[in-house]
């Protein structure tokens, strides 16, 4: 059997706009999930919640 295929999910943060902070979880330059939020700290968080949600989805 064929060992299965690793992914690279990535987590960013970037500032966009003056009160407003985006975050992403990316695979290369695919991105899966996205939001905004009014802090950095709360972009972080919610872009590592995003990368634990997707991680936790079971394959099968």
Known sequence: MAEPAIRLLEVAV???GQ???KWNVSEGIVEIAAG???TRQ???A???SALFALLSISRK
């Open 19 to 21: 009160a407003r902070w």
């Open 42 to 44: 709360a972009a972080q």
């Open 46 to 48: 919610e872009g590592d």
């Open 14 to 16: 970037s500032q966009s």
């Open 36 to 38: 905004y939020e009014v």
